[in-house]
Each structure stands twice: as C-alpha cells, then as structure tokens.
C-alpha cells in the first residue's frame, strides 16, 4: 500500500471521506453517494411499477394491490429522483467536482465554503422529497412535469395536498444547490485555470461541465421562478396558472384571477428541455475524450468538437415548444419549433459523426485481447445515443409527435437516450476515474459481465416500449385490464418489458459489488493508467501544478517514447 | 373486450380511420424508415469498428472534417424531413374546420369526457360554472333559461356521420385533460380556461376508443369514451332518438 502510494496520482493519497469536509473531491464523493441512494430508490419504484403494470393483481408485502394513486405517486417519485437527484447530480456535480479542478489545473474550486453549502443544500431536497411518502396522502401524482391546475389545486387528487407541497420544496431546494454549484464549476472554469490553459486547450470534458452549468444557471433559475409562483396559486391566493373558475369534484373553485396553464408549460419546459442536455453533456464530453484515448488518434477537428458542445448548449434553449405540440400553444408556433429541433440534430450528428469516423479506423486500444471496460461502456453510451437520438428526427414533426406526445414511444425515446445513454456515461466515467481517486483498477471481468447484461437487458426492456407507443398506449395509465381494456393486447409486451427490466435491475449489484470491491481489493494502477493527456493523470513526481503546453487531444504523436503528449509536457524542442 | 374496428389490436398503429389519416400513415413510416436505416447503419459501425485491428497508421488519411459528406446528406434528409412535416401540419392545422362542418363540443373533466350536440338550432347554448351539477343531469351547466340550450344534446358517447368534417371545441371543467382518439389520429389537449378547436373528417365506419393522454388523477387510466363512426341516417336516427 504504500508503494503504491508513491505511484497514485497526486492527488489520490489522502485517504478518507468526510462529508463535512470542503474538499473538492469529498464533496464530489458526496454527491456520487446520494445519486446512488437516488438510483436504488429510484430503481426500486420502477420495479414495483413494472410489476404492477403487467401483472396488476399481485399483492404486494406489507402494501396489498397497488391502487392507481400508488401507480401514479411511484411515477412521479421514479421520474423526480432520477431526473434531478441522479442525471443532473452525479455528472455533473459528482464527476465534475471530483475532476473538473485537476483538468484546469487547479487545486480546488473557486468556492469550497459554497461547494460543501450546494451538496447539503441538494441532501436536503432529496430529504424533504423523501418524506412526501410519509405524510398523510402520500407522495404527488401529477408527474415530473406537475402541470397546474392539477398540481395547483389539492383536491384534485391524493397526494397533491401536503406531498405536492414537499416536492415543490424540494425542487425549489434542488435549484438553489444546483445555481450554487454551477456558479462554483463557472467561476474555477474562468479563474482558476493554470497557466497555458486557454479555453481551447480545455478537455471537452471541462467544457461539458461549463456548458452544462451555464445551462443550470439560465434554466433552473427559471424554474425556480415556476414553484415560486405555483406555490403562490397553491396557497397565497394568486392565479398565475388556474383559470378563474375551476369545478373540482362538483364543487366550484372561483378565483379572482384567471391565469393559464400554459405559462406553467412554457417556463417549465423552458427549463425542462435544457434539463436534458445537463444530463447529457458530459457523457459526450467524456465519450469525447476516452475514443480519443482508446484509439490513440485526435478527433477529426478539435475546435469543431468545442463548437458543437456550445451549439447544443445554446439551441438546447430554443426548443422548448416540442413538448408542447398538443398543449393548446398557437399552431404556428410549432413551425419554429419543429425547425429548432430539427436544426439541434446537426451539431448531435456531427458529434456522432466524428466518433464514428474516428472508431471506424479500427485498432481499439486492447487489454489482453478484451476491450476495457471504460471504452465498452463508452460505446454503449455512443449506441444509447444513437439509439435515443434518432427518434428525435420523428418527434420533431408536429403532427407525428401529436400522435405519439404522452405515449410509451416518448417513454422509450428519453429512457434510451437520457437514462441509458447518461448512466452509460456514469459507467464510463466510474471505470475511468475509479484510478484517479482511489489508486485502484475496478475489476474488468465484472466490468465485461456488467456491461453485457446491462446492454442487453436496456434494448430488450426499453425498445419494445416504442410499439406500446404506436399502438396508442398513453403514459401514466395505472392498468390496462378490466373492462376498459383498450390496451389490454399489451400485457404480453409489457410483461416482456417487466422481466427485462428486473434483469436490468439485478445486473446492477455487480456493478455495485465491483465498486465496493474495488475499493481495497483493486490491482494498483499505477500513475497515468490510461496513458492520458489531461491534467488528472499528471505524474506526481512533478508535485506542483505545471504550465499547460498543449491541447488534450495530442494522441497518435511520437513523444518520449510514447504515442501521447500530455498537457503538462513542454515541446520536445525545449526539453 | 369486444373486437372493435378502430380499436388497438396489434403492436403498432391500429386502423385508420380519418381522411387525413392515410398522409399521415405515410409520414409516420417513411419517417420510421429512414431513422431505421440510420440507426441499423450506424450501429453496423460501431459494431465493425469495435471489432476492426489496428492499421498501418502510416497509410492513414487525414480524417476530414467530421465526415463533412455524410453531415451534408444527414443535413439535407432532416431538412426534407421538416419541410414536408411543416407542409402537413399547416394543411391539417393552420386554417379552422370548413363553416359547414359538424359541431361538436368536448368536454373533460376527471374523469369522464363529455360530448355536446347543438341540436337543430345549429347554435351552443350558454353555460355557467356555478350551474354544472353532475347529480341532477346538468354537468356542463347548461344555463336552462337561454332558449338555444333547450335542444343541446349531452352525450357520453362520441357519434359521428361517416365523411363528414367535425369541428370539435374542447374544453375542460377542472384539470388539463388529452383528447386522444389513436384511431383518427387525432390528439388535443383539453386545457381549463380556453376553448381549443381540432378538425378532423371520419371515413370509416366502426368503432373507436377514445382515452385522455394527459395525467389528470388517479382515475386517468379509466377517462375513456368510445367514437362511434355510422352512416349519415343511423346518425340521423340516433340524433333525434336522443332528442325525445
């Protein structure tokens, strides 16, 4: 152990977490623990959902049949936890904070006070969304997406009194961890880079994390102006969002004002669809950087790879109205979105197109004849996004996405293309970073089994949810038997779904066990496992932080004897 | 279940049943089709190249810039893609139904839809929140003293002549609701506080499911109706049956 320690990146020979501690790296240990809480109860209410949607009348221990408003409450909480407390937090607050600082060159973050405030700050929202089970009418019913007057209105259903109330607090809470923690990852991206690193020598990695934070900026501070004034119409007698007379269960709710709903879709989406892109963006960054190391060759242009990381950032912005083609917004005002849309899926495809083009020369880096299991995870976040992003060509069509808006087809989309892809990404980075702050290799055979099954079992849960949705099968319906069996036809599809994705969810104790196992019993990895280029990979030998001499994509260079440069190396000529 | 001639059975798309219908089928699968393609293409690649061994770098090309062709003809695929989808939203959706064509209103509320005819006067009586009142049969709050609601028809069926355009209005009395009919794809929000109008002509007669695509509660997965698409005299008939 403490030879290896001689050889472990610098910055992985302190041992020890503390979640009380304003170091970067325990903070990012911190949020990549609550985003694994969040991913097993996340997991788990999917599972229960799964059961019940394609065997309805199993009873469940300690809960009997699962009524509707069970249904519903497990929906909303799947779709909270795993949008907010795992895709927006573990990429970008827990992979960022762990590396971001090291590939600028820094030794910290801007603000370590305000770190450690952001992480606490988002551990309590995920308390207080917790506790929304426990209270009386249980969790919210309404969906991730809370539409007023539903969410605006108690009596509309179980759940939407005190719960509804909790996950405004919580999201509210959320914002105001995120906006902190994006300000931090901004302002160590603009002030706190070494010397030598100029914004077009950053690591796409770096500049994900930047996008995606000017992105959380913009969008959830909108967002949080949306619960602010939700709450207002829930409590404070303001009608913002309900329309100045509403007949709920026979009774008559007159209001003085007379709001829409839509304003709601608008600014929630607002936020909603660059949401997407936060989670996203750094797996493509990373997915970037790793089929540049796996294949030993620069991406085809450097720059264009920043531009479209930009590109996607900005129009991520301009097409919030897709979500919107059957809301009652103006008819005209689809054209400009479906044009938007249609536009965000150049600078995606010129990615694609550039890992592809690069992949396609073949000659895959190798480990012992097996490819490690960082870069199959990479080409499974690349085949995820394939996947998930070509459908994004047929939603963009107003009148295709009419019919297919709300149904399981839109489930399959953003469950291939944000789930998988983003978690993909999560793997990737998990493999490839585990050396970096532990000194340690993860396990590859275990790496090789999770990755098969966890591919596999993905497609074979998720694909099939497309032909759900062309037959018409809408999101959210809590059974599909009885005597309105309109899609009682589905239950064999859906029972199909169900299986594999219990196979899903059981896959993931082996990445579990290898993580944990990995920890202490990991082969030494010695410094620079990868034979990288960024800064995290700095030899410890050099000790201080170095100038910066060149851009992170000097692969398939002769060097030193190597086929890499890394960014800390002066040019031979000065050596 | 019975077997109805617009209901879902299979594991894609069921019947059309619309005149706009067909167009949109052919959308839908040319749109399909080429994403298909795409995607068999280049998984087929990164299939291949996760296989390939290395090569002699030294007979490598410059790899241009980001396969410039290929972005070019993806480029030109998406744009006809949009434009032929702009050309058929604004044919389905930038002008109003036909002044001729059939009223109808429609209704959402949790979680039952209502259908309204206005009968022979051809005009929609008033309505009132305070007036609606499920339990004594009034649950649009159909204002009795306005002479033009005398006729008006509430239903909780949907029957509509075959070949015929329908002007439906759409309103909801509590949450926002999803008009949805698969068969006639054909799929609105019902939004409270607004009267939202689609327009769409049936021309197959048979029997269609109707269901909200739009979490309203608990009971969303039961907020379904049924279209029933009949002959201009069944119509007729059925109109005036319900009239006495």
Same mark, same amino acid.
């Given at each position: 152990?403490?030879?290896?320690?001689?050889f472990?990146?610098?910055?992985a020979?302190?041992?020890?977490w503390s979640?009380f501690?304003?170091?970067?790296?325990?903070?990012?240990?911190?949020?990549?623990?609550?985003?694994?809480?969040?991913?097993a109860v996340?997991?788990?209410?999917?599972?229960v959902?799964?059961l019940?949607l394609?065997?309805?009348d199993v009873k469940l221990?300690f809960?009997?049949?699962?009524k509707p408003?069970d249904y519903l409450a497990?929906v %909303?909480?799947?779709?909270?936890?795993?949008i907010f407390f795992?895709l927006?937090t573990?990429?970008?607050?827990?992979?960022?904070n762990?590396?971001l600082?090291?590939?600028v060159g820094?030794?910290?973050m801007a603000?370590p006070a305000?770190?450690? =405030?952001s992480?606490?700050t988002?551990?309590a929202?995920?308390?207080?969304?917790i506790s929304a089970f426990f209270?009386r009418?249980?969790?919210p019913?309404?969906?991730?997406?809370?539409y007023p007057?539903f969410?605006a209105i108690?009596s509309?259903?179980p759940?939407?009194g005190?719960g509804?109330d909790?996950?405004l607090?919580?999201?509210?809470?959320?914002?105001? *961890?995120?906006s902190?923690?994006?300000?931090?990852?901004?302002t160590?991206?603009?002030?706190?880079?070494?010397a030598?690193m100029?914004?077009?020598?950053?690591p796409l990695?770096?500049?994900?994390w930047?996008?995606?934070a000017l992105?959380?900026l913009?969008a959830?501070?909108?967002l949080?102006?949306?619960?602010?004034?939700?709450?207002?119409d829930?409590?404070?007698?303001?009608?913002f969002?309900? +329309?100045?007379s509403e007949?709920?269960? *026979?009774?008559?709710?007159?209001?003085r004002?007379?709001?829409?709903?839509?304003?709601?879709?608008?600014?929630?989406w607002?936020f909603g669809h660059?949401?997407? @892109?936060i989670a996203?963006?750094?797996g493509m960054?990373?997915a970037?950087?790793l089929v540049?190391n796996?294949?030993r060759?620069r991406? +085809?242009? @450097?720059?264009?790879?920043?531009?479209?990381t930009i590109?996607i950032g900005l129009? !991520?912005f301009m097409?919030w109205g897709?979500?919107?083609?059957?809301?009652?917004m103006?008819p005209?005002a689809s054209?400009a979105f =479906?044009?938007?849309t249609?536009?965000?899926a150049?600078p995606?495809?010129a990615?694609?197109?550039?890992w592809? *083009?690069?992949?396609?020369r073949g !000659?895959l880096r190798?480990?012992?004849g097996?490819i490690p299991a960082?870069?199959?995870?990479?080409l !499974?976040f690349?085949?995820?996004?394939?996947s998930g992003?070509? %459908?994004g060509?047929?939603l963009?069509?107003?009148?295709l996405?009419a @019919?297919?808006?709300?149904?399981?087809?839109?489930v399959?989309h953003?469950?291939?293309?944000m789930?998988?892809?983003?978690?993909?990404?999560?793997f990737a980075?998990?493999?490839y970073?585990? +050396?970096f702050?532990?000194g340690?290799?993860m396990?590859?055979r275990?790496?090789?089994w999770h990755?098969?099954?966890?591919l596999?079992s993905?497609?074979?849960?998720?694909?099939?949810m497309h032909f759900? !949705?062309m037959?018409?099968?809408p999101r959210?319906?809590?059974?599909l038997?009885?005597?309105?069996?309109t899609?009682?036809?589905?239950i064999?599809?859906h029972?199909?779904i169900?299986?594999?994705a219990f196979?899903?969810?059981a896959?993931?104790?082996?990445?579990l066990?290898?993580v944990?196992h990995?920890?202490?019993?990991?082969?030494p990895?010695g410094?620079?496992p990868w034979a990288?280029?960024?800064?995290?990979?700095?030899? +410890?030998?050099?000790?201080?932080?170095p100038a910066?001499?060149c851009s992170?994509d000097e @692969?398939g260079?002769r060097?030193?004897?190597r086929?890499f440069?890394?960014?800390w190396?002066?040019p031979p000529e000065?050596? | 279940m019975?077997l109805?001639?617009g209901?879902?059975s299979?594991w894609?798309?069921?019947?059309?049943g619309?005149a706009?219908?067909a167009?949109?089928d052919?959308?839908?699968?040319?749109?399909l089709?080429?994403?298909g393609?795409?995607?068999?293409?280049?998984?087929?690649?990164?299939?291949a190249s996760a296989?390939?061994p290395?090569?002699?770098?030294a007979?490598?090309?410059?790899?241009?810039?980001f396969?410039?062709?290929?972005?070019i003809?993806?480029?030109?695929v998406f744009?006809?893609?949009?434009i032929?989808?702009?050309r058929?939203?604004?044919?389905q959706r930038?002008?109003g139904?036909?002044?001729?064509?059939?009223?109808?209103?429609?209704?959402?509320?949790?979680?039952?839809?209502?259908f309204r005819?206005?009968g022979?006067d051809?005009?929609?009586?008033t309505?009132?929140?305070e007036?609606?009142d499920?339990?004594?049969?009034?649950p649009?709050g159909?204002?009795r003293?306005?002479?033009r609601a005398?006729?008006?028809?509430?239903?909780?069926e949907l029957v509509?002549?075959?070949d015929?355009?329908?002007?439906?209005?759409?309103?909801?009395l509590?949450?926002i609701h999803?008009f949805?009919?698969?068969?006639?794809?054909?799929k609105q929000?019902?939004l409270?506080?607004s009267?939202l109008?689609?327009?769409f002509t049936p021309d197959?007669?048979?029997e269609?499911?109707i269901v909200?695509?739009?979490v309203?509660?608990l009971?969303?997965?039961?907020?379904?109706?049924?279209?029933r698409?009949?002959?201009?005299?069944?119509?007729?008939?059925w109109l005036?049956?319900?009239?006495k």
């Open positions: 152990m403490k030879d290896e320690a001689a472990a990146p610098a910055a020979r302190r041992s020890g979640p501690s304003r170091d970067h790296r325990d903070v990012a240990i911190s949020y990549l623990l609550l985003s694994l809480v969040a991913v996340g997991t788990l209410l999917s599972v959902m799964r019940h394609a065997w309805p221990p809960w009997g049949v699962i408003e497990l %909303t909480m799947h779709g909270t936890m795993m795992v927006t573990a990429p970008q607050n827990g992979f960022g762990l590396v600082p090291a590939q820094a030794r910290e603000f305000i770190n450690l =405030a992480f606490w988002t551990f929202a995920f308390t207080v969304l209270v009418g249980g969790a019913i309404s969906g991730w997406t809370s007057p969410s108690a509309t259903g759940g939407q005190l509804m909790l996950w607090a919580s999201i509210a809470l959320f914002c105001i *961890g995120s902190m923690a994006a300000v931090n990852m901004l160590t991206v603009v002030r706190r880079r070494c030598g100029t914004m077009g020598r950053m990695t770096v500049w994900a930047f996008v995606s992105s959380t913009l959830f501070s909108v949080f102006a949306a619960l602010v004034m939700l709450f207002c829930r409590h404070c007698g303001t009608s969002f309900v +329309p100045a007949i709920v269960n *026979g009774q008559l709710l007159a209001r004002g007379d709001g829409s709903p839509l304003l709601w879709l608008h600014l929630f607002f660059p949401e997407v @892109y996203i963006l750094p960054g990373l970037s950087m540049m796996f294949t060759r991406l +085809p242009s @450097y720059r264009g790879m920043i531009a479209t590109l129009l !991520g097409v897709h979500h919107m083609f059957v809301s009652g103006n005209y054209t =479906a044009l938007t249609m536009a965000i150049l995606s495809s990615t694609v197109l550039a592809l *083009g690069t992949l396609a !000659g190798r480990n012992g097996d960082a870069m199959l995870f990479t !499974g690349i085949s995820f996004f394939v992003g070509l %459908t060509p047929v963009a069509q107003p009148n996405d @019919y297919l808006h709300n149904t399981f087809f839109v399959a953003f469950h291939l293309i789930g998988m892809a983003a978690v993909f990404g999560l980075a998990t493999h970073w585990f +050396p702050f532990n340690r290799l396990n590859e275990l790496g090789r990755f098969w099954l966890t596999v993905a497609y074979l849960a998720f694909f099939p759900a !949705g037959a018409g099968e959210h319906f809590s059974q038997t009885g005597s309105l069996g899609f009682a036809h589905l064999p599809l029972r199909w169900s299986a594999w196979v899903l969810a896959a993931q104790m082996l990445f066990t290898n944990f990995s920890l202490k019993q990991g082969s990895a410094s620079n990288a280029t960024t800064l995290e990979w700095l030899p +410890p030998a050099l000790g201080e932080i910066v001499h992170p @692969y260079v060097h030193a004897g086929d440069k890394g960014q190396e002066p000065q050596e | 019975t109805l001639a209901a879902p299979s894609w798309m069921p019947a059309n619309a706009h219908g167009a949109f052919h959308e839908m699968v040319l749109s089709v080429i994403v393609v795409l995607m068999i293409i280049a998984k087929a690649i990164l299939v296989l390939s290395a090569r002699e770098r007979a490598e090309r410059p790899v241009n810039f396969g410039l062709g290929t972005l003809v993806l480029t030109v744009a006809w893609l949009l032929r989808a702009e058929m939203r604004a044919q930038f002008t139904a036909d002044p001729t064509a059939m009223q109808v209103e429609v209704v959402g509320e949790q979680f039952v839809w209502y005819y206005p022979p051809a005009t929609f009586g309505t009132r929140p007036l609606v499920a339990a004594a049969g009034n649009l159909l204002d003293r306005d002479s005398a006729d008006d028809r509430v239903t909780s509509l002549p075959v015929r355009e329908v002007d439906v209005r759409l309103r909801s509590d949450v999803g949805f009919i698969p068969g006639m794809r054909v929000n019902a409270p506080g009267t109008h689609i327009h197959l007669i048979g269609y499911p909200c695509s739009q309203c509660g009971g969303h997965y039961r907020m379904q109706a049924q279209l698409v009949v002959n201009e005299a069944d119509f007729e008939h005036t049956g319900r009239a």
